[in-house]
């Protein structure tokens, strides 16, 4: 008998996928996963395998909760962020060809939460950001004009804020470039 054309593509350095565990509870076990691309590449092959069975759908539930925000804020991969809004938001909207598919398995609300982060995601990996700004106080003294700074010494409702304009105001003085120049 003649092998296979196909023998030509296999890899033997790979390993070869076990059955599927189960638990003493008699669900199945979902596999771990690393990135997204493997969660993504995980939804596929489960959902390949979907046929009307308790067991499954709640091994695709499993499997999908799995993906978290910060799971997502986490992914350097734009390709598999690019992917995931792809099918969160057709999650949003089901077409009703699934069987059980990630429209089943989060809430309205936990699916925009989750939507709202892999876009966030997708820009700042399109702009090149590999982590996200770091937070910090919105409004900074030293940035601000002498005018403003002025402005809000006088109007401000916060006295610590007002406590750290008049201190820049005092720094700016001594420093010989502020208002009193």
Known sequence: MMPSPLLCYARMDTEVPTPAQRFNGGGMK???FGDIAAWLAEIDRQAGLMRPSRRLYERF???ARALTPDRIRRC????SVADLVVRLRAARHPGG???HGLDRVWSRAELG???TEAVNRQRQLAMGRLEARPKGP?????RLPDARLEHL?????DLGLVEALR??????DLAGGGHAA
Do not use: F, S
């Open 97 to 99: 060809q699934d069987l």
């Open 167 to 172: 201190a820049e105001r005092r720094r700016r």
């Open 113 to 115: 939460v989750l939507i």
């Open 30 to 32: 979902v596999p771990p």
């Open 138 to 142: 919105r409004l900074d003294p030293r």
């Open 76 to 79: 350097d991969d734009g390709v």
């Open 153 to 157: 010494i006088q109007h401000h409702r």
């Open 61 to 63: 539930d499993r499997t």
